[in-house]
């Protein structure tokens, strides 16, 4: 007893116990960069979709300390089959609430339900300039469909991962696409940390939970929608380049972190929830706010915020 008081009296003397070796050894980093990541907003001209994104938008930008805001995609409700007297409406209350709402600088990546047409086979659409993602592009006043920007010693890769495919939409991303993403890395300078932005996930569990059951044999259910289809080539390309700290992405309207050789994978679940239905599966609406490191750590937190009802 004598002996076990003495060691335990020496630990506390010395600082070594785990809790005092917690905080000697792993003090918090200070962020280099903080940014929000809203996804899946969703937003329609209904009074609970409007007053839901000015609440998201509202409380992200009374937060001083937040550098910017990434929009993952499906910004309105839907336009894959929609009228084009309809897509313009959610669109209309979209640029409503970000010129009321928002004052932060805010990068766009496209998400499925944001490209027009792609369910409908009426010539008119088709043959119409803002036909699949020439709408969004225009909307949201981005430069390409998928870009690089640079902040600090951090560069940000937003891809366009939702391709038309049989009347719906498949998860990849197109050659074209490919080899400008393979120049982006081979070009980027390995002082810059490398974040990867997609609508859909490259890699994640929650594609996987996403369906209520498997099939009748037992095999998991995930969709060509759910998941890129074409994740091992980017796995593959990804192997290449040592900097690339992690991907970023919403769709499933759920939230996970998934680490796999050595890169994070984040979900980042939703703004409408269930669409605006209260919360999806065990998810609250919600958006992240990351903290992206100089050393090239990542850090996430999420923010839940109350749906009107």
Same mark, same amino acid.
């Given at each position: 007893m004598q002996r076990r008081? =003495?060691?335990?009296? @020496?630990?506390?003397? @010395?600082? @070594?116990?785990?809790? *005092?070796?917690?905080?000697?050894?792993?003090?918090?980093?200070?962020?280099?960069?903080?940014?929000? $990541?809203? @996804?899946? &907003?969703? &937003?329609?001209p209904t009074s609970i979709a409007e007053e839901g994104m000015r609440k998201a938008f509202r409380h992200v930008n009374s937060n001083s300390s937040i550098d910017f805001i990434i929009n993952g995609g499906d910004a309105i409700m839907d336009a894959l089959k929609a009228s084009k007297e309809k897509v313009q409406a959610q669109w209309d209350v979209w640029n409503k609430v970000i010129n009321e709402e928002n004052k932060l600088p805010i990068y766009h990546c496209i998400g499925n339900h944001d490209a027009w047409g792609w369910q409908m086979q009426e010539p008119e659409v088709r043959?119409?300039?803002? $036909?699949?993602?020439?709408? &969004?592009?225009q909307q949201h006043k981005m430069s390409n469909r998928y870009y690089s920007f640079q902040q600090k010693n951090w560069k940000f890769i &937003?891809?366009?991962?939702?391709?038309?495919?049989?009347?719906? #939409?498949?998860? !990849? +991303?197109?050659?074209e696409q490919f080899t400008w993403l393979e120049n982006e890395l081979n070009t980027t300078s390995t002082d810059l940390h490398? /974040?990867?932005?997609?609508?859909?996930?490259?890699?994640? =569990?929650?594609?996987?939970? =996403?369906?209520?059951?498997?099939?009748?044999? *037992?095999?998991? !259910?995930?969709?060509?929608?759910?998941?890129?289809?074409?994740? !091992? !080539?980017?796995?593959?390309? $990804?192997?290449? #380049?040592?900097? +690339?700290? /992690? /991907?970023?992405?919403?769709? +499933?309207?759920?939230?996970?972190?998934?680490?796999?050789? *050595? +890169?994070? #994978? =984040?979900c980042n679940g939703s703004i409408c929830g269930n669409w605006w239905n209260g919360n999806f599966k065990d998810f609250a609406p919600a958006y992240a706010v990351f903290e992206f490191s100089k050393d090239g750590s990542v850090t996430r937190e999420f923010v839940n915020y109350a749906i009107p009802q």
């Open positions: 008081n =003495f060691i335990q009296n @020496t630990l506390l003397a @010395t600082g @070594t116990l785990s809790f *005092g070796l917690a905080q000697a050894i792993t003090p918090k980093k200070k962020s280099l960069l903080k940014v929000a $990541f809203l @996804t899946d &907003v969703h &937003v329609k043959n119409d300039a803002l $036909f699949s993602k020439g709408w &969004v592009v &937003v891809l366009d991962s939702a391709q038309e495919n049989n009347g719906g #939409y498949i998860a !990849r +991303i197109d050659e490398i /974040c990867i932005v997609s609508h859909i996930p490259i890699v994640s =569990f929650c594609s996987a939970m =996403f369906s209520d059951k498997n099939e009748a044999n *037992g095999d998991w !259910r995930i969709s060509r929608a759910l998941l890129h289809v074409d994740n !091992r !080539r980017l796995i593959q390309l $990804f192997k290449k #380049y040592t900097n +690339i700290r /992690c /991907c970023l992405s919403g769709h +499933i309207h759920m939230q996970d972190e998934v680490e796999y050789l *050595g +890169i994070q #994978y =984040f």
